[in-house]
């Protein structure tokens, strides 16, 4: 009794001190429990050029973004050999300064941020000016704004829909008042100006911006947009559709008076953007963010390991999970399989070779192998040797599937060089064994249960949404220890003797 | 029939799974330093003759590739014989030789083998291709057990053997194990041997399991399995009975083998005996471990006196009188 009650408790203490863990790592580390869905993470490029004059100093000013909102920064750098780079503010803008005193020839200088979008909502930015100066109109225009204003008014419920309606208004080009305030076939730029211009007559806050889309582009332009302020934050507007734009897909670069660039001592001065995206995981960006790693429990976490050595951590803490599916096979199911944890080891190349891949490949290497080593049984060698012959023969068959796949352009054929080649020498040898001592049949029957095995393993091990569980939350692998124990004490049938045994259970 | 109902059926029955005979039984009944007595065969022999139980004379044994040179000399002497690897698991790597002409061997199946094809074997047991772990292992060479008329319109080819488990001591149940063709004539259940219950009251034969199905004739002879008296029962048992007291594994498989001449000999030991024997049976074997873990240790005449009347009977009820 004093033995089932040991059992009990351990299982009961590694459960609560699993689960405690993992309560308190969502409930106050705030890491968050299923969001392993990827987000973008930008790489935004502005790679100025100009040709040097020869002689004189250089001064070349560009307007930096200022990174806000649902935008997080996650690092800037200038790339410049040999010029100063200086920072200040222009006004609402920021501007970098690069200079130096002699240069010759085509210069290039790089400017690189690196942009998140935050899964947070963000904290309420610096009290923005809500006051607005009404801009002075001579009369005729005053009344045209005003004739305006009094339509939008009639239309709108709020700042979104004003400057919505706004916009609208300004493209019917019928209309007197837009074509005195906008000319016939007004420019994209004309038509932002002008909607700045009547929203702040209805003392709304509102400006020009330039921003970037952030959307994979090797050649991207700034575009301008209405930004108007509802009292929370800036809202962003197409001009062309009125529309709003979601803050978190653009990249407002600058709003002031410009020019965004402005190059002394230098010809032919031009800007190209380009936005890299790629994705990353939730997790990855808070960190990189700084937002996690205030806690210093967290430094403590595989969380604060370098990126290539938390890489490595995803696959080593799927590894028992991966086993506690071969303990749930075998002890529930009762799946027979090659040693009791090869299939795990087959799995972990799986995920190189991807599934169907996988078991074609190694059911090809094994049958190869079994093919040679039944032609080795007529040579009579001894066991040590005879291993080290399907050793070998194991790898020259290796290479030449990646020598074939690779002529046939089948690139997941290369990835067999994953397989663990003494494991497979040691499958071939023990199915070869069984083949004779057993027949054919149980031989097949235990390969198959261990590709089974080993397939769901994968499965298991690869999932994304357990990866990000286990890794983030390693206190579930206790959770994981006290399943395994309560499968050690499992007394019940295993389904397939439920098969095994039917003939027992007939009335 | 649903699982659920098969399960609840099985258990109701009484019926043994492996899980609850490793965690219940072997794991609690056969401490793990014991058993070494019972996985070599050479250890299990030598106190078999230290405790005065039948067992087939032991000719030689092959420990290294440089006894090998020995071996002409032991085949020399012996025209039949059985080679056996010492760790052998399931009846794997063992070969018998029924005689010898010219220089060459003949299987028991028919098929001959030159003395390369003997040393090839034997160098494979050394090497411990048969042996559990893959560890080394060691060769014996031993008495062929002359085929008994008893079992003789029930099997084909092989020599066939009764299977016994004893639980504290107590024979629980009993099987008698028939090569087929398909076995090719060996006595393992798992390579297609016929398993067929003995009742443990009167010895007699009950019908059988092969493959893991019930069957009633012999498929190679077409005789009926069931009615076959063993002469002698009670020896067999006491014999079984006797192996707790010699290994003090309290979890046994007892494999007794009927020879002409000797009559019952112990052949080997299994600490986790296989659980198709309940088929064979058509009984479970837990409701028997229970009634026998109940009683109080006894001198092995009891015991065996004990088993034979509470678990004769083809149902494992009491016995019919």
Same mark, same amino acid.
């Given at each position: ?341 090869? $299939?795990? %080891?087959?799995? @972990?190349? =799986?995920?190189?070779?991807? #599934? *169907?891949?996988? /078991?074609?490949? !190694?059911?090809? +290497? ?97 999932? $994304?949404? %357990?990866?990000? @569980?286990? =890794?983030?939350?390693?206190? #579930? *692998?206790?959770? /994981?220890?006290? !399943?395994?124990? +309560? ?21 | ?321």
């Amino acid at each position: 009794m004093t033995r089932r009650l040991h059992f009990a408790l351990l299982v009961g203490i590694l459960l609560t001190a699993g689960l405690l863990l993992t309560v308190y790592q969502v409930r106050w580390l705030g890491l968050p429990l299923f969001s392993e869905e990827s987000q973008s993470l930008w790489t935004v490029e502005a790679r100025l050029t100009f040709d040097a004059r020869p002689g004189r100093p250089i001064l070349a000013r560009m307007l930096v973004p200022r990174v806000h909102g649902d935008v997080v920064d996650l690092g800037e750098s200038f790339v410049s050999r040999g010029y100063g780079v200086t920072i200040e503010s222009a006004g609402p803008d920021r501007r970098s300064t690069w200079s130096i005193r002699r240069a010759s020839g085509r210069q290039t200088l790089y400017y690189r941020v690196i942009l998140g979008i935050s899964s947070r909502p963000p904290e309420p930015a610096n009290k923005e000016p809500t006051s607005v100066v009404a801009p002075a109109l001579p009369p005729a225009e005053a009344l045209a704004v005003q004739t305006l204003l009094d339509s939008i008014r009639r239309q709108s419920a709020n700042i979104e829909t004003f400057a919505t309606e706004t916009l609208r208004h300004l493209r019917e080009e019928n209309d007197q008042s837009v074509r005195l305030l906008v000319g016939k076939e007004p420019r994209r730029e004309r038509l932002v100006e002008t909607a700045v211009l009547v929203l702040r007559s209805a003392n709304i806050p509102a400006r020009v911006v330039h921003a970037l889309p952030l959307q994979e582009n090797p050649n991207a332009s700034l575009e301008v947009l209405v930004s108007a302020y509802d009292g929370e934050s800036w809202l962003l507007f197409d001009p062309a559709t009125g529309r709003q734009v979601a803050a978190h897909t653009m990249l407002s670069w600058w709003q002031g008076e410009g020019p965004m660039l402005d190059v002394e001592g230098g010809r032919q001065p031009d800007v190209r953007l380009s936005v890299a995206g790629r994705e990353v995981t939730a997790l990855l960006l808070a960190r990189e963010a700084g937002a996690v790693e205030e806690s210093p429990w967290l430094s403590f976490s595989l969380l604060a390991l370098p990126l290539q050595t938390q890489q490595l951590w995803r696959v080593l803490v799927m590894i028992p999970v991966g086993v506690c599916m071969i303990v749930f096979l075998r002890s529930f199911i009762g799946i027979e399989t090659f040693g009791t944890f090869m $299939p795990a %080891l087959i799995a @972990l190349s =799986f995920r190189e070779t991807e #599934l *169907l891949n996988g /078991i074609a490949l !190694f059911s090809v +290497l094994i049958a190869i192998g079994m093919a040679v080593r039944m032609y080795l049984e007529h040579l009579k060698l001894l066991l040590v040797p005879r291993l080290a012959v399907i050793l070998t023969i194991v790898v020259l068959v290796m290479g030449g599937i990646t020598i074939l796949s690779h002529r046939l352009g089948f690139d997941r054929g290369l990835s067999v060089a994953l397989f663990p080649m003494v494991i497979v020498a040691m499958t071939i040898e023990r199915m070869t064994i069984l083949w004779e001592e057993r027949g054919a049949w149980r031989a097949l029957v235990v390969g198959v249960g261990s590709l089974i095995t080993a397939a769901v393993v994968y499965l298991v091990m690869s999932a $994304p949404m %357990l990866v990000h @569980l286990f =890794f983030t939350f390693p206190g #579930l *692998l206790l959770v /994981i220890m006290a !399943f395994m124990l +309560l499968a050690g004490s499992y007394r019940g049938y295993r389904l397939l003797e439920l098969r095994r045994f039917r003939v027992l259970a007939r009335e | 029939m649903g699982l659920l109902a098969t399960a609840r059926r099985l258990r109701e029955r009484g019926v043994l799974g492996i899980n609850r005979r490793n965690g219940e039984y072997v794991l609690r009944y056969n401490p793990r330093r014991l058993y070494p007595l019972v996985d070599d065969k050479l250890e299990t022999k030598r106190l078999a003759i230290e405790h005065g139980l039948p067992t087939p004379p032991l000719y030689g044994v092959i420990r290294t590739e440089h006894d090998l040179r020995t071996l002409p000399d032991l085949l020399r002497e012996h025209p039949d014989f059985a080679l056996k690897p010492a760790h052998g698991a399931g009846g794997d790597g063992i070969l018998v030789v029924t005689g010898q002409r010219g220089g060459r061997f003949r299987k028991s199946n028919g098929f001959w083998l030159s003395a390369d094809d003997i040393e090839y074997h034997v160098s494979n047991i050394l090497s411990g291709v048969y042996s559990l772990g893959g560890q080394g292992d060691a060769a014996m060479i031993e008495y062929r057990v002359r085929f008994s008329p008893l079992f003789e319109k029930i099997s084909f080819q092989g020599v066939p053997d009764v299977r016994i488990i004893v639980l504290r001591g107590y024979p629980i149940m009993a099987m008698a194990r028939l090569p087929t063709r398909q076995s090719e004539g060996r006595a393992n259940l798992h390579q297609g041997a016929i398993g067929a219950g003995i009742d443990l009251a009167s010895g007699r034969t009950l019908d059988g399991v092969w493959l893991n199905g019930r069957v009633a004739e012999h498929p190679d002879t077409d005789e009926p399995l069931a009615g076959l008296e063993i002469p002698n029962w009670e020896d067999f048992l006491l014999l079984a009975a006797r192996c707790y007291e010699i290994t003090g594994l309290g979890y046994l498989g007892v494999d007794i083998v009927v020879d002409r001449d000797l009559g019952p000999l112990l052949l080997e030991l299994n600490a986790r005996p296989g659980l198709n024997i309940q088929i064979a049976n058509d009984t479970g074997l837990l409701t028997r471990c229970r009634i026998v873990e109940a009683e109080p240790p006894r001198p092995p005449a009891e015991r065996v006196a004990l088993s034979r009347r509470v678990f004769g009977g083809a149902e494992g009820g009491p016995a019919r009188s």
